[in-house]
């Protein structure tokens, strides 16, 4: 049933650490029709115009974090901007998670400057104030880092292989304090927690647990 292209589709923004399986969840959900999946565009951080971002970010991260951080942002706007067909979108992150999470880690660390993050800052502000882009339920793949850590080994995505522990520690706690402790109230989307840690042949149980209550919080979004 096609959604007509005025309405605005119940938006799940699918979120979690590095390796928490994100794109895994995402593809559990390939099977309905009436769902939209916007999978992370890291393809296109690996190659724009040639400049691999991503491995120059890990590589060099003061001096590309805000470049990388910038086409992120403008990939990820675009994904929220997309028009939808389908009543249900899930897309795998966010701005949110862009800004709380992954910026807010490189300005407390100081790999970007001050006046970067102020300008990073700005465009986030800007863009929530003049855009409607919030999600009517985040489902936060929650995960312990160390088993994390272990997958980014295993999973061995080149450009992560030189990603410490710490950093990961670091992400799981602006994570938690976004998604646990609710910190901002920018967000106000309600959270679904899944137990991420679990291994792949676990996890089904999981996903079906999700998988009634996404597709009831979207019948009722439907319905409305
Ligand atoms: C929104 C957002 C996603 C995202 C991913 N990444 C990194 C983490 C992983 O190594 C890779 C794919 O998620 O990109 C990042 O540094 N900053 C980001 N910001």
Redesign the pocket.
Known sequence: SAMAMNNKPFTVFVEGN?GSGKTTFLEHFRRFEDITLLT?P?EE?RNLKGWNL?DL?YKDTAKWAMT??SY?SLT?LDMHRRPTPTPVKLME??LY??RYC?VEHMMRSGTLHPAEFAVLDEWFRFIMNQIHIDADLIVYLKTTPAVVYERIKKRA?S??QCVPLSYIEELHKLHEDWLITRQHAECPAPVLVIDADLDLSQITEEYKKSEHQILRKAVDVVMR
Do not use: P
């Open positions: 590095i992370e890291v951080w991503l970010m990388f951080q992120v990820m992150r966010s998670s862009a992954f995505r450009e992560e």
